[in-house]
C-alpha cells in the first residue's frame, strides 16, 4: 500500500527516465492518452482543476462533465461527473488513489466515461473542508502530501466509507443518465481499493468491485474486506508485485475468500509496482495499467446485460 515507506522508494527513482514511469512531462501525454486532454488543456490554461467548470461541458471525449455535490447526513461530498451524452448508462464509482481528485484522476473517469458508463468521480477527503489538494502526484509528493492527508485518513472508517458509499449510490440513482435497472460498479486506487468492497458490501446495488494496488485488503480486524465479499458481486484484485513481496500471503487468503464467498472474480500479481495504473504517478506503466484497465472494462461491460 501507499505508505511512507512507498513514497520515500519513489523518491529514489529517477522519474525522468524512459523506463515507462512518469514524470510532469510524460504525466501530460498519458493523461491525454486517457482520453484527458480536453481538459487537461483547461486546466493548464486557467492554472488548475478549481477553476474548471462546475456545470456539465462537453469534454474532447464526447462526453458531459462538471463538478457536482452530493447531500450526506454529515456534510457534501464533492466530485466530478462524467457520462455519454446521450441515453442511460451503468454507473461506476470511481475513487482515486491518496493524492485525491486532480486532473489525472478526473481523465480516468472521462475515459471510462467514453467507453458508455456514468462515472462519479468522488472526493475521499471531503469531512475536511478546505483540504490540502494537489495538481498531480509530483505535487503531491513535493509538499509532504502524506504528512498533509494523513489526518484526513485518520477520519475514514468501515463505517464511514460504507455511508459514503450508500450516498453516493443514492445520488447515481437519482440522476436521468443512470440505468437503474443495472448494477453498478465500484474501482478504487492505493488507499480506495478496499473502499469498492465496503461498497458492494454496503449497497445491492454494486455488483462490480475492483481494487487496483489496493492496501489493507487482509488484515485480522472483524471488519477486514476480504471478510466482507458478497455472493451477488463480482471482484478483481490487481495487486502491484511489491506489494506482494511485502505481504505474500494476501492474494491466497483473498482466492479463499471468493472461493467461500461464492463470488465471482479473480485475483492477479501484476509485473509493476504501487500505483501502476496511475497516468500521473511515478511507478505508471503503460502497458500493464492497459492490462489492468481492460481487465476491469471486461468486468463492467458485464453491468450492461446483468439486471438487479
Request: net charge negative.
Given at each position: 500500500?501507499?505508505d ?6 519513489f523518491r529514489?527513482n ?16 498519458a493523461v ?6 480536453a ?10 482543476a ?5 456545470t ?8 458531459l462533465g ?5 447531500p ?6 464533492g ?25 489525472a484522476?478526473?481523465a ?6 467514453g467507453?458508455?458508463?456514468?462515472v ?9 473542508a478546505?483540504?490540502?489538494?494537489f ?9 509532504d502530501?502524506?504528512?498533509k ?8 472508517s ?7 458509499a ?19 460498479g465500484a474501482?478504487?486506487h ?13 449497497s445491492?446495488?454494486v ?8 492496501g489493507g ?6 471488519d ?27 492474494k491466497t487468503k ?17 509485473p509493476?509496482d504501487?500505483?501502476w ?7 505508471y506503466?503503460?502497458v500493464?495499467?492497459?492490462r489492468?484497465?481492460d481487465?476491469f472494462?471486461?468486468m ?9
Amino acid at each position: 500500500m501507499c505508505d511512507q515507506d512507498q513514497l520515500d522508494a519513489f523518491r529514489r527513482n529517477d522519474c525522468s527516465k524512459p523506463n515507462g514511469k512518469a514524470s510532469r512531462r510524460s504525466f501530460n501525454a498519458a493523461v491525454a492518452a486517457a482520453g484527458g486532454g480536453a481538459m487537461l488543456a483547461a486546466c493548464n490554461a486557467s492554472g488548475g482543476a478549481e477553476a474548471e467548470a462546475s456545470t456539465a461541458v462537453a469534454t474532447q471525449g464526447g462526453v458531459l462533465g462538471g463538478e457536482v455535490a452530493i447531500p450526506t447526513a454529515g456534510g457534501t461530498i464533492g466530485g466530478w461527473f462524467y457520462h455519454p451524452s446521450a441515453g442511460n448508462h451503468p454507473a461506476v464509482i470511481m475513487w482515486p488513489d491518496i493524492a485525491g481528485v486532480r486532473p489525472a484522476a478526473k481523465a480516468m473517469g472521462e475515459r471510462l466515461a467514453g467507453e458508455g458508463f456514468a462515472v462519479i468521480v468522488p472526493d475521499p477527503y471531503w469531512r475536511d473542508a478546505g483540504h490540502a489538494t494537489f495538481t498531480d502526484f509530483a505535487d503531491f509528493m513535493a509538499n509532504d502530501g502524506f504528512a498533509k492527508v494523513t489526518p484526513y485518513r485518520n477520519r475514514f472508517s468501515a463505517e464511514t466509507i460504507m455511508a459514503d458509499a450508500k450516498a453516493i449510490v443514492a445520488w447515481l440513482d437519482q440522476q436521468d443518465v443512470v440505468d437503474k435497472s443495472l448494477g453498478m460498479g465500484a474501482r478504487g486506487h492505493c488507499m480506495t481499493g478496499s473502499w469498492t468492497i465496503f461498497a458492494a458490501n454496503a449497497s445491492q446495488r454494486v455488483t462490480v468491485a475492483a481494487s487496483m494496488h489496493g492496501g489493507g485488503l487482509v488484515t485480522e480486524a472483524a471488519d477486514s474486506p476480504h471478510k466482507m465479499l458478497k455472493g451477488r458481486a463480482h471482484y478483481l484484485f490487481a495487486i502491484a508485485q511489491n506489494d506482494d513481496v511485502k505481504e505474500p500471503e494476501a492474494k491466497t487468503k483473498l482466492r479463499e475468500a471468493l472461493s467461500a464467498s461464492g463470488a465471482l472474480g479473480s485475483v492477479e500479481v501484476y509485473p509493476a509496482d504501487h500505483g501502476w495504473t496511475v497516468p500521473d504517478g511515478p511507478a505508471y506503466d503503460k502497458v500493464q495499467a492497459e492490462r489492468a484497465y481492460d481487465a476491469f472494462l471486461a468486468m463492467v461491460q458485464g453491468l450492461k446485460i446483468v439486471a438487479v
